[in-house]
């Protein structure tokens, strides 16, 4: 009785864990199964160094069905999206998109993470480039440090990179602000319908 209980329990998590991969398969559009360990993803991975899991063990994980400790880590939330991984992958694998969907489905599941100054200073880039259609950094270190509870953090590098014009007091939007909203409206349009992340 007990066995058959454990087998139960066993088999609903490997429903959910196949279940979780071919979310992760859907969403991305790629496969997790045609990695073959090459380990070329993580070699050319410029964040890999930050990750407790580079990105061939994050598709052995799934490959795994170990879909929880992915989403557990920190690897997904240190990702730049460069795509270097995707680029070199000889099985046309396409993580960048993987560590995508991977986020979304995160985020979905368990909202803000232990990692979510990352997630914060992804959407305050965003919401800059979407206001004034390039980045102004000073705004975005403000905001950051405003939204982020960490009020003096890099204060003192401010009046050194303004000194050296590598830091703009004011920044006026980009002439094609309107196209790039339209970028914008066009993606939220897609998400609607379900056709991106
Ligand atoms: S480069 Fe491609 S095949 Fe090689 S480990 Fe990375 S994802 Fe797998
Ligand atoms: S897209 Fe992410 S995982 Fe891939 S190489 Fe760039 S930082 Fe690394």
């Known amino acids: 009785m007990q066995s058959s209980k454990k087998a139960k329990m066993h088999l609903s998590n490997e429903t959910m864990n196949v279940g979780f991969v071919k979310k992760v398969e859907e969403l991305s559009g790629s496969s997790v199964r045609r990695c073959f360990q090459c ?41 730049a999206s460069c795509e270097t991984c995707t680029t070199r992958c000889p099985n046309k694998v396409n993580l960048a ?15 803000p993470s232990k990692e979510s100054y990352v997630q914060l200073a992804n959407r305050l880039f965003i919401e800059n480039i979407r206001t004034y259609g390039r980045q102004y950094e000073l705004r975005l270190g403000a905001a950051f440090n405003m939204k982020s509870g960490q009020f003096l953090k890099d204060l003192m590098l401010g009046p050194k990179l303004l000194s050296k014009g590598k830091l703009k007091m004011f920044q006026s939007k980009n002439k094609n602000i309107a196209e790039i909203e339209g970028i914008f409206k066009r993606i939220e349009e897609m998400r609607k319908k379900g056709e991106a992340l």
């Open 39 to 79: 380990g070329k993803c993580s070699a050319g991975c410029p964040m890999s160094a930050f990750m407790e899991h580079p990105p061939n063990r994050i598709v052995r994980l799934l490959q795994l069905g170990q879909g929880e400790r992915v989403l557990a880590g920190r690897s997904i939330w240190y990702c």
């Open 97 to 111: 998109s993987i560590m995508d969907a991977l986020r979304k489905l995160s985020w979905d599941a368990n909202g």
